[in-house]
């Protein structure tokens, strides 16, 4: 599988060209334009210097941790804070009904019917990509942290005919790929109703998915599936990993990102955050949503402008070796990190974290994720045939994976 793409385009102007052309069977076959990195010069698609928004495709630059889990390592202490860290409530979830659709109508057509237009596209100076309208009252919508990158003040349409509306970025958290943008609430069209969040526990494979988004600034396309599977992991722009994410096969292409996952009820079970490219510029049917209860979680604190606590360990871990087969491997410790200064050592394989015993390297983050920066946890290690009792001090998530 080849490394996850985000659902961002930068290059909007070019791609929705050719998208449109598409459409309209006259484009011609060609070679799509090779994707650039945020350090990229602005370009156009034929490689010449460009004016106004940078022409870049944001790929991640490292495999999706499911794949890692075969081949390689990732970093531990990649959960939420858990419920000691007082804050503000979470979003409510809503019990989800199926939708009845008119006479004649499809209950894909219902749900977009529903929610679209609460769909609004975000734009900054680097591309464009997809947000929702969660809080009419209140001018709230969610989008992906890495649509809004390092802007403060984004344009929101709602449908290609609406107005330009200025956007404030209140929030953003890399590590979950969540942002929040406020607008005047008097700007929000009377027939966008807020999107309501449904419970992501109850979400099942196989149960219609529907994606609202603006792939190739396309304006508000729909597209249906059902939910492949539950509880992958993806990496988030800031190198840590996004947990319990919903994979799904309804076509989701660059600049779905930001976009609601809905479904049978038209209520949000994610948001569209990336795709598995297998070295295609295109969708191969393998797109991942950040589940909805991690959006009610974090979202709240977002919209106050509050930074996100998460513990840290400090240490890459893999699956433990034939002769160990249970446990997480210690492939790397950063110096100076909470691992370290505790005597982890690379080649140790953690057994058990505060008495929760650790069967692969997931269950290493699930083990902290309740603890809060400067918690002390006990770690039971294997190293060289014996067992060590150590005792490490949590610390707080760097910006990036050291």
Known sequence: MGSPRHLWTGGWRDESERARDAAEGTAELRRPPQPQTPGASDAG????????????????????????????????????????????????????EPIKPHRGETRAGAIYAAASPAVTSVRTNSGEGTGFLIDHDEGMLVTNAHVVGTATHVLV?????????????LGVDPSSDLAVVSIDPSRVPRGAKALRFADSRAVEVGDLVVAIGNPFGLDRTATEGIVSGLGRSIQSPNG?????????DAPINPGNSGGPLLDDGANVIGVNSQIATAGVAGNIGIGFAVPSNTVRQIVPRLERGEAIPRPWLGVTTTPASPTHPDGA?????????????????????????????IQDPKDVAAAIGDEKPGDRVVLEVERDGRTLTLHATLGKRPAHIP
């Not at 349409?157 to 970025?169: E, N, S, W």
């Not at 840590?240 to 799904?248: G, L, R």
């Open 240 to 248: 840590f990993a996004i947990d319990d994410v919903i994979q799904t």
């Open 157 to 169: 349409r709602f449908g290609q005919d609406g107005d330009a509306i200025d956007g404030d970025v």
């Open 329 to 357: 491997e210690v492939a790397a410790v950063v110096t100076d990190g909470p691992a370290a200064d505790a005597g982890v050592k690379r080649g140790d394989v953690i057994k058990q974290i505060d008495g929760e015993p």
């Open 45 to 96: 698609a034929d490689g010449r210097s460009g004016g106004g928004s940078r022409r870049l495709t944001w790929l991640l630059g490292a495999v999706l941790v499911a794949a890692a889990i075969a081949g390689g390592a990732f970093a531990a202490g990649m959960l939420l804070d858990g419920g000691r860290d007082s804050g503000p409530d979470p979003l409510p979830a809503v019990a989800s």
